[in-house]
């Protein structure tokens, strides 16, 4: 199964995979600029915070602010968007890059 989901265009491991599709960050930028969106920003999101006992949080003073810190200086620096475990990205109305009537 891991084999075919490193192969698979769409990430998937076969047809009982219950997520329907897996995306980069490009192929989500890919996709937003095709309906005629500019892109103003990719965030990652929860690039760190699934990875910290919940219990540090919990219970260690200033954990989860720190955390909340960390979390929003790593959004949008792509090194993490692979590791994120959800991709956020930030649309506006307008012409997408290479789409203006030239």
């Known amino acids: 199964e891991a084999h075919q989901a490193l192969g698979d265009p769409d990430g998937r491991w076969g047809s009982g995979d219950p997520v329907p599709r897996r995306f980069t960050a490009a192929r989500l930028t890919e996709l937003a600029e095709g309906t005629g969106l500019r892109i103003a920003a990719v965030h990652g999101v929860r690039v760190f915070a699934d990875l910290v006992p919940g219990a540090l949080v919990d219970t260690e ?6 955390l909340l810190k960390l979390e929003a200086a790593a959004a949008e620096l792509a090194a993490f968007h692979s590791v994120a ?18």
């Open 61 to 66: 003073p200033g954990a989860l602010d720190a």
């Open 85 to 102: 475990t959800q991709l956020h990205v930030l649309g506006e109305a307008g012409e997408a890059p290479g789409t203006a009537g030239d």
